[in-house]
């Protein structure tokens, strides 16, 4: 080892009361100095000078630390470094490359000639080892001592009789008392110097007990408290569930938001389309002035924030419910995000017939996985699929240890209840984790996961289970979330979430009742007279957006929103239904009636390229269609408009048969 050796103990320990009569300020000035005392400034000097006098640090009158004392200086300034029990930036891997050498590391790894520093850290937290450590009789038979090279015997030895001081240590650590002043230490040391100076020797050296100073500066030892945590550490129950909402709750979300991001970008894909890159992206005005009309979300983590990231999204989803598609213009020769049949058809449909098209998708992305048995396509890859985020580890497991099936099988136990979001989130956490739970003849897995700690799997499978909630559960409407007077969050599952876990064939989609009403203006405006998603997502359809809030004017009934709805199919009638459906007052009259006209001077054409050959002469022309057939048509007797060819296939034919070509 690096920091410990020689007499390092027995200088440590000679000068252990010295230290503990120093005031903390004077502890923390002598953690700063590397050599003389006079070197950071002569003020302090004068100030911590007595002190360091009274208890034998610097020698006389003369402001030099006492040459004894450096390796307590270099212990102590460790210790000083790498706090493990009041710093939550603590460094297991800085602490390791610190105290032992790389012939230590390879030892403690059995990894050949290179340390595998993540190795070091998932066994210096790994609760088993201590487990094994504790309940082993004799130290040759613990199961995580080093076999490789054999040269650790050397380096670090133990015997019964050191390992049988370390469990006392570590024992008295698991019970709640971790962790040990070194003053408690300092009286087994007098009784027997040598064997507590292996003993602590060893005891670092194998991860097992590390050493630091608390905030008061004074040195302890102890496990880290992570690894306490696991070593003691019970699995909870699956959270108990109430009927009905919590007291004082009151709902946070229960609007399928993303169908109203869908509704908003199909909208503004009519009639034009919208403008975009090489990649598929939108550019950023059209990205801004779609996200400026946006339906404002509750301040909750779990809640897709970004309003950027959202227009995004629906883009995604849009692109593979194959509600949009890119495709150049005829007119300008540019690529544009255009609205499809399915997309008009989607607009004219209800949020429940909309609702589940989203989510027979995702089932069928998830059932053509476990058929397959292939990697699902991620979101990430604008494709989705049932899960929104990728675990490579896991997999490797077959469909009755697939993690989406996991996730839905704990969600059917919640039935209708309303369940505490974060108290199942750690049971999930804790109890229902694969990454802890893997089966032994997972040995592929098994080496995937070798370096990850028991925090590290809780937090990745607590992620990787909050992900069905933050991209599927709430932005579908598939779990409804509230939030009580104490701030804590619950979640009660939807018929839609019901169907999407498996548990039900079919769902009826519960419409979320909501107190805010609209009037209807007799100069067109629509006003809010309290936040209300549902009537935002349905007046999107058939009025143009005015207002960024979600209260006061919002929208306005004007003749181009009115004329883009009927091309998708909507007619007057379900107009002014989807009006009086929301309004607190009769509609208008005046309303209605102008509603009914502006449908009713709607109009379809079709455009179309085409491609024209004009010809100086009426026999130029006559031949040309002799030799195209039944491609071409006359516009008039010397002009003739080419089916079936592009302008270069065009090209090249005419040029084989001798005809020269003039472009305009």
């Given at each position: 080892?690096?920091i410990?050796?020689g007499?390092?103990?027995?200088?440590?320990?000679?000068?252990?009361?010295?230290?503990?009569?120093?005031s903390?300020?004077?502890?923390?000035?002598?953690?700063?100095?590397?050599?003389?005392?006079?070197?950071?400034?002569?003020?302090?000097?004068?100030?911590?000078?007595?002190?360091?006098?009274?208890?034998?640090?610097?020698?006389?009158?003369?402001?030099r630390l006492?040459?004894?004392?450096?390796?307590?200086?270099?212990l102590?300034?460790?210790?000083?470094?790498?706090?493990?029990?009041?710093?939550?930036?603590?460094?297991?891997?800085?602490?390791?490359?610190?105290?032992?050498?790389?012939?230590?590391?390879?030892?403690?790894?059995?990894?050949?000639?290179?340390?595998h520093?993540?190795?070091?850290?998932?066994?210096?937290l790994?609760?088993?080892?201590?487990?094994?450590?504790?309940?082993?009789?004799?130290?040759?038979?613990?199961?995580?001592?080093?076999?490789?090279?054999?040269?650790?015997?050397?380096?670090?030895?133990?015997?019964?009789?050191?390992?049988a001081?370390?469990?006392?240590?570590?024992?008295?650590?698991?019970?709640?008392?971790?962790?040990?002043?070194?003053q408690t230490?300092?009286?087994?040391?007098?009784?027997?110097?040598?064997?507590?100076?292996?003993?602590?020797?060893a005891a670092?050296?194998?991860?097992?007990?590390f050493?630091?100073?608390?905030?008061?500066?004074?040195?302890?030892f102890?496990?880290?408290?992570?690894?306490?945590?696991?070593?003691?550490?019970?699995?909870?129950k699956?959270?108990?569930?109430?009927?009905?909402?919590?007291?004082?709750?009151?709902?946070v979300?229960?609007?399928?938001?993303?169908?109203?991001?869908i509704?908003?970008?199909?909208?503004?894909?009519?009639?034009?389309?919208l403008?975009?890159?090489?990649n598929?992206?939108?550019?950023?005005?059209?990205q801004d002035?779609?996200?400026?009309?946006?339906?404002?979300l509750?301040?909750?983590?779990?809640?897709?924030?970004?309003?950027?990231?959202?227009?995004?999204?629906?883009i995604?989803?849009?692109?593979?419910?194959?509600?949009?598609?890119?495709?150049?213009?005829?007119?300008?020769?540019?690529?544009?995000?255009?609205?499809?049949?399915?997309?008009?058809?989607?607009?004219?449909?209800?949020?429940?017939?909309?609702?589940?098209?989203?989510?027979?998708?995702?089932?069928?992305?998830?059932?053509?996985?476990?058929?397959?048995?292939?990697?699902?396509?991620?979101?990430?890859?604008?494709?989705v699929?049932?899960?929104?985020?990728?675990?490579?580890?896991?997999?490797?497991?077959?469909?009755?240890?697939?993690?989406?099936?996991?996730?839905?099988?704990?969600?059917?136990?919640?039935?209708?209840?309303?369940?505490?979001?974060?108290?199942?989130?750690?049971?999930?956490?804790?109890a229902?984790?694969?990454?802890?739970?893997?089966?032994?003849?997972?040995?592929?897995?098994?080496?995937?996961?070798?370096?990850?700690?028991?925090?590290?799997?809780k937090?990745?499978?607590?992620?990787?289970?909050?992900?069905?909630?933050?991209?599927?559960?709430?932005?579908l409407?598939?779990?409804?979330?509230?939030?009580?007077?104490?701030?804590?969050?619950?979640f009660?599952?939807?018929?839609?979430?019901?169907?999407l876990?498996?548990?039900?064939?079919?769902?009826?989609?519960?419409?979320?009742q909501?107190?805010?009403?609209?009037?209807v203006?007799?100069?067109?405006?629509?006003?809010?007279?309290?936040?209300?998603?549902?009537?935002?997502?349905e007046l999107?359809?058939?009025?143009?957006?005015?207002?960024?809030?979600?209260?006061?004017?919002?929208?306005?009934?004007?003749?181009?929103?009115i004329?883009?709805?009927?091309?998708?199919?909507m007619?007057?009638?379900?107009?002014?239904?989807?009006?009086?459906?929301?309004?607190?007052?009769p509609?208008?009259?005046?309303?209605?009636?102008?509603?009914?006209?502006?449908?009713?001077?709607?109009?379809?054409?079709?455009?179309?390229?085409?491609?024209?050959?004009?010809?100086?002469?009426?026999t130029?022309?006559?031949?040309?269609?002799?030799?195209?057939?039944?491609?071409?048509?006359?516009?008039?007797?010397?002009?003739?408009?080419?089916?079936?060819?592009?302008?270069?296939?065009?090209?090249?034919?005419?040029?084989?048969?001798?005809?020269?070509?003039?472009?305009?």
């Amino acid at each position: 080892m690096k920091i410990i050796f020689g007499n390092t103990w027995e200088v440590f320990f000679a000068n252990l009361s010295a230290w503990s009569q120093l005031s903390i300020a004077a502890r923390k000035y002598f953690l700063k100095i590397t050599g003389d005392l006079n070197l950071p400034d002569r003020e302090n000097n004068a100030v911590f000078r007595a002190e360091f006098q009274s208890c034998g640090f610097i020698e006389g009158d003369c402001l030099r630390l006492a040459p004894e004392l450096r390796p307590l200086r270099r212990l102590m300034t460790s210790m000083h470094r790498h706090r493990v029990f009041n710093n939550s930036n603590f460094d297991l891997v800085e602490y390791c490359r610190e105290h032992l050498t790389n012939a230590d590391c390879i030892t403690l790894c059995n990894s050949g000639w290179n340390p595998h520093w993540q190795t070091l850290r998932r066994m210096a937290l790994d609760e088993h080892r201590l487990k094994s450590f504790i309940d082993c009789e004799q130290i040759e038979t613990w199961e995580a001592l080093p076999t490789s090279r054999a040269f650790h015997r050397e380096a670090c030895p133990m015997n019964d009789a050191m390992a049988a001081v370390i469990k006392q240590w570590l024992k008295r650590c698991l019970d709640g008392k971790a962790p040990l002043s070194f003053q408690t230490i300092a009286v087994e040391y007098a009784k027997n110097p040598e064997l507590v100076s292996q003993a602590l020797d060893a005891a670092i050296y194998y991860l097992l007990l590390f050493p630091a100073l608390n905030n008061e500066l004074e040195p302890v030892f102890g496990i880290i408290p992570e690894a306490g945590h696991n070593f003691n550490f019970t699995k909870p129950k699956f959270p108990d569930g109430i009927e009905k909402i919590p007291a004082g709750a009151s709902v946070v979300a229960e609007t399928p938001y993303l169908l109203n991001d869908i509704t908003l970008l199909l909208v503004h894909t009519t009639p034009d389309g919208l403008a975009c890159k090489t990649n598929g992206r939108i550019y950023k005005r059209q990205q801004d002035a779609l996200a400026a009309e946006l339906t404002s979300l509750p301040a909750y983590t779990l809640f897709a924030t970004d309003r950027h990231a959202r227009v995004r999204s629906a883009i995604d989803w849009s692109l593979n419910l194959k509600l949009i598609e890119r495709s150049g213009s005829a007119i300008d020769n540019v690529e544009r995000i255009c609205i499809t049949n399915s997309g008009r058809s989607w607009l004219t449909s209800s949020v429940g017939e909309r609702l589940k098209a989203v989510l027979d998708t995702l089932l069928r992305s998830y059932r053509e996985r476990l058929s397959r048995r292939t990697r699902p396509i991620y979101f990430g890859e604008r494709h989705v699929a049932f899960a929104s985020q990728s675990i490579h580890e896991l997999e490797i497991f077959n469909n009755d240890n697939d993690p989406q099936k996991i996730v839905a099988e704990s969600l059917g136990k919640c039935g209708t209840r309303w369940l505490p979001l974060d108290g199942f989130l750690n049971w999930q956490a804790e109890a229902n984790n694969p990454f802890i739970n893997i089966a032994a003849n997972k040995a592929r897995a098994r080496f995937l996961i070798r370096d990850m700690t028991t925090s590290d799997k809780k937090r990745r499978w607590r992620d990787y289970v909050a992900s069905f909630f933050e991209d599927r559960f709430f932005p579908l409407g598939c779990a409804c979330l509230c939030q009580d007077d104490q701030g804590k969050y619950w979640f009660r599952l939807t018929p839609a979430g019901v169907y999407l876990i498996g548990a039900s064939n079919h769902f009826d989609y519960e419409e979320p009742q909501s107190t805010g009403k609209i009037l209807v203006q007799p100069n067109f405006e629509v006003v809010f007279t309290a936040a209300n998603p549902a009537a935002e997502s349905e007046l999107a359809r058939c009025a143009a957006r005015v207002g960024t809030g979600a209260v006061g004017v919002v929208f306005h009934i004007t003749r181009d929103a009115i004329l883009n709805a009927t091309d998708c199919g909507m007619k007057p009638e379900e107009i002014i239904a989807v009006l009086k459906k929301f309004s607190d007052k009769p509609l208008p009259a005046n309303v209605a009636t102008q509603i009914n006209d502006w449908a009713a001077s709607y109009r379809q054409v079709t455009i179309r390229p085409a491609l024209l050959v004009s010809c100086p002469d009426k026999t130029t022309a006559s031949l040309l269609q002799s030799m195209m057939r039944k491609k071409t048509s006359f516009i008039n007797e010397t002009t003739l408009e080419i089916e079936g060819k592009t302008l270069p296939e065009l090209k090249k034919l005419l040029k084989k048969n001798g005809f020269g070509l003039r472009e305009i």
